[in-house]
């Protein structure tokens, strides 16, 4: 299991370099999120993250999905700081056994990620900043668990 | 006790600074929050609606009524929007 909160961008191809090569791995899932811009009028993203409680609370979503769906391997990226249109901002990877596992996997780590690890988004745009409220479909999403 | 008591996002804006250290008895997290909101106005402005707040003990998401008995670090938030 990796996890890794940080301000730097991350290359897809090397972090997955050696991911799930445990033998009895079949699977393997990777997601990658990045700051999307609607209305064509997004300078930047400012992402505040909560340093310790973070890697605490992404550790312990990514050992209950591991311990549930059987995981061979999990990593969990997430950045912080200004991105912008474009950047990615976290990408999730799973491995398991079979597909169904890697991917129920995926999909729970980013549920959990969305409204239970410590960080914020605010948005900046020509007109001004403002804080990304949550959603209550992000936290409805946690009841299919 | 002394508690470290940290801000994050609109909180950490109205609040006007990220954490500072809190000379305080309060039994529980609400108590706490009804004597900052004593204290000065930015804090009633900060803890206004408390049902768009979450609270974190030690880094660990719990209620407004979890009681603050060896508790060194209280977190004030809106709810996260990660991912």
């Known amino acids: 299991m990796r996890i890794s909160v940080q301000s730097e961008d991350f290359e897809l191809a090397q972090v997955l370099k050696g991911f799930g090569k445990a033998p009895n791995t079949g699977a393997t899932v990777s997601f990658t999120g990045l700051v999307r811009d609607d209305t064509g009028t997004l300078d930047h993203m400012e992402i505040e993250h909560y340093p310790g409680m973070c890697e605490a609370a992404i550790t312990k979503i990514a050992e209950e999905a591991g311990t549930r769906w059987s995981l061979t391997d999990c990593l969990v990226i997430h950045r912080y700081g200004q991105l912008r249109p474009g950047d990615q901002i976290m990408m999730v990877a799973t491995a398991a056994r079979h597909r169904v596992e890697a991917f129920e996997a995926a999909e729970y780590l980013m549920d959990y990620l969305k409204s239970r690890a410590p960080f914020w988004k605010k948005e900046v745009t020509r007109e001004g900043a403002d804080w990304v409220a949550a959603k209550e479909a992000d936290e409805d999403a946690l009841k299919r668990w | ?83």
């Not at chain 2, 004597?35 to 206004?48: C, G, I, M, P, T």
């Open chain 2, 1 to 83: 006790m002394k508690i470290e008591v940290l801000y994050f996002a609109w909180v950490r804006e109205r609040i006007g600074e990220p954490r500072e250290t809190v000379e305080t008895d309060a039994a529980t997290v609400m108590d706490l929050v009804e004597e900052l909101k004593s204290r000065e106005e930015r804090y009633d402005l900060a803890f206004s609606d408390l049902k768009s707040l979450r609270v974190a003990l030690d880094q660990e998401l719990m209620e407004f009524d979890s009681p603050l008995e060896g508790v060194r670090e209280v977190a004030f938030f809106p709810p996260m929007t990660g991912g």
